[in-house]
């Protein structure tokens, strides 16, 4: 299995939590119903690590479990849970947007600007309808 089969934006939210606890709440909220061992293998943690982890939310009534038939036991949110995850969720995403990207690069020289400028076409944006207009619109 591929252990990075979670989209980009979601592993920089479960990496960007706090506690172990928290990763696997935020990666259950995502990705809904999935096994220990595969849970273990997207967390990037030892099984019996997380395995802990899942009594411990279990025991406070965050996640639950049922097992299909001939399949490993799923672990998902429960109503609870998903309240919680979501809070995280938007507590984590808030606090990486606040944070400077260090990848930015500097802005251009003022020559190059002006250049840019140049180039650029006036878009054209939609007015409101005038009621005498036959086409139902106008252009500004």
Known sequence: MDADR???HVRRVVD??????ERLLVLLFFRK??????LAEML?????????VLGRLSGAGLVSHHRP????????TTPQGKAKAEQLHR?????LTAEPVATESAPPPADEAAEADHGRVKARRRVAIDQNEKTGFSWD
Do not use: K, Q
């Open 6 to 8: 979670l989209a980009p």
């Open 16 to 21: 960007a939590a706090e506690s172990i606890d």
């Open 33 to 38: 119903a999935e096994p220990a061992p595969d």
């Open 44 to 52: 990037g943690a030892e099984r019996p690590e997380t395995t802990g």
């Open 69 to 76: 038939e001939g399949e490993a036991t799923h672990w998902f």
């Open 91 to 95: 507590a984590i995403s808030a606090r």
